[in-house]
Nanobody, 122 residues
Framework: QVQLVESGGGLVQAGGSLRLSCAAS????????MGWFRQAPGKEREFVAA???????DYADSVKGRFTISRDNAKNTVYLQMNSLKPEDTANYLC????????????????WGQGTQVTVSS
């Protein structure tokens, strides 16, 4: 069983930055691919970024060049650095984990956190 706890969300003005963290309680953290998804009210959950220890990260086109995913295996934590935030980035951001390779759809992930809210004002 993997438990994920996100933190770091908040209210920020357009153009600002936030760093989200996701702490995982699992013994073999390095063997999991970690992903960030987001969900705005009335919209489907969408892929944001994913990273596996041995692979390059991948990003949704809408966040490329602005967001950076990283992980610290010693701390069992994955991060999402978000720069140049836009109002359309407003959503609940969720961390997810899956064994094996990268995944790009919510159905590919086995474990989910509760999410952290990001609100970007114009």
């Amino acid at each position: 069983q993997v438990q994920l706890v996100e933190s770091g969300g908040g209210l920020v003005q357009a153009g600002g930055s936030l760093r989200l963290s996701c702490a995982a309680s699992v013994r073999t953290f390095s063997s999991y691919a970690m992903g960030w998804f987001r969900q705005a009210p009335g919209k489907e959950r969408e892929f944001v970024a994913a990273l596996r220890w041995t692979d390059y990260p991948d990003y949704a086109d809408s966040v490329k060049g602005r967001f950076t995913i990283s992980r610290d295996n010693a701390k069992n934590t994955v991060y999402l650095q978000m720069n140049s935030l836009k109002p359309e980035d407003t959503a609940n951001y969720l961390c997810a984990a899956k064994p094996g390779g990268l995944g790009y759809s919510p159905g590919m992930y086995d474990y989910w956190g509760q999410g952290t809210q990001v609100t970007v004002s114009s």
